[in-house]
């Protein structure tokens, strides 16, 4: 298997959340932020282009940002006023006001270099306030959600990267918006299968009514549902799910010349592994972690870069 050092990092810093919640840390650069996280996104990203990699880092960055605002301790309402803060950063800058700090000083970069629309920045933003308090403020958040509410999530939090991220790519074409949203969903079903217990313990759980109904689990409460034996028929519906969104992108894409696409392209195939691996384990030990190691990352993102993808 391929061995790869990486190359030295860039250090362009990030601004401060724009939050009331605690942050007692340095700021970090949108380079430290995305190689620290552990992301199966690190090398596709990393591989790109320096103003394509700076303009992937910098959305990556924001997404973290604004997803530790809704994952973090602290008051639902200062969760929803940090998230509208940062609504109203990104207005701004489509307003032509000036950044605020480092980080929309990149957005603002990647917004003028690619066009990227506002209108997914914030559903971007939209999506992380689902995780705070549903699309009703006064519920608690995503348990249990019917299954026209999850697609809408997936659409937000993962189909909004994947509209903005095939303009960096510069192939914002219809076919390729099918394929990005299709990619989105598939992504964020599979993360949603690999991270129960984890999205548990912040008493959330996505898994959607209609599948827990369906395997006979009748409850919304995250410690229940993951204990009952019925878990892995659900959690498998739903694998069938995000089969059927990675099929629909792969065939969107086919035949259509996948040469920009490289780092999206290695995205599917790496998180395609991650699902057949949640597959084969079966969910009977929520704790034990199923991922796909860096170095195996770095081989499927160089392999696609050079135009020869791995099989999933």
């Known amino acids: 298997m391929l061995q790869m050092t990486p190359p030295p990092l860039e250090t362009a810093p990030l601004e401060p959340v724009s939050t ?3 942050d007692d840390k340095a700021p ?37 940002r604004i997803d530790d605002i809704a994952d973090e301790p602290g008051e639902p309402a200062a969760k929803r006023a940090a998230l509208d803060l940062w609504r ?16 929309t000083a990149a957005l603002k970069g990647a917004i003028e270099r690619y066009g990227l629309p506002r209108a997914e920045l914030e559903a971007l933003i939209d999506g992380m306030a689902m995780d705070v308090a549903g699309e ?24 909004a990267v994947g509209m903005l991220a095939i303009r960096v790519f510069d192939r914002a074409d ?8 299709a990619l989105g969903e598939a992504l964020q079903l599979t993360n949603i299968l690999r991270d129960l217990a984890e999205d548990a313990e912040l008493d959330r759980l996505y898994l959607p009514r209609e599948l827990l109904l369906a395997a006979g689990i009748d409850g919304d409460r995250p410690d229940e549902v993951l204990a009952h034996p019925a878990l892995p028929r659900a ?22 010349g996948r040469g920009s696409l ?23 030990d929520l704790n034990a972690r199923v991922r796909v190691g860096r170095r195996e990352s770095a081989w499927v993102a160089v392999r696609c870069m050079l135009g020869f993808p791995p099989a999933a």
């Open 20 to 22: 009331t919640l605690p």
């Open 28 to 64: 970090d650069t949108a380079t430290s932020v995305t190689a620290k996280s552990g992301s199966t996104f690190y090398w596709p990203m990393r591989l790109l282009p320096a103003s394509k990699r700076a303009a992937m880092f910098a959305i990556y960055a924001f997404c973290r």
């Open 88 to 103: 109203c950063d990104i207005r701004d800058l489509y307003a032509g006001g000036a950044p605020g700090g480092p980080l």
């Open 136 to 159: 009703d403020p006064g519920s608690g958040g995503m348990r249990a959600p019917d299954l026209d509410t999850l697609r809408l999530y997936c659409r937000r939090v993962a189909g």
């Open 174 to 181: 219809p076919a390729t918006e099918r394929f990005a949203l």
């Open 235 to 256: 959690c498998e519906a739903l694998a069938e799910l995000a089969e059927a969104r990675f099929a629909e992108a792969r065939s969107t894409v086919a035949g259509h």
């Open 262 to 284: 490289w780092a999206a392209t290695a995205m599917m195939v790496l998180y395609h592994r991650l699902l057949r691996r949640l597959r084969a384990a079966g969910w009977r």
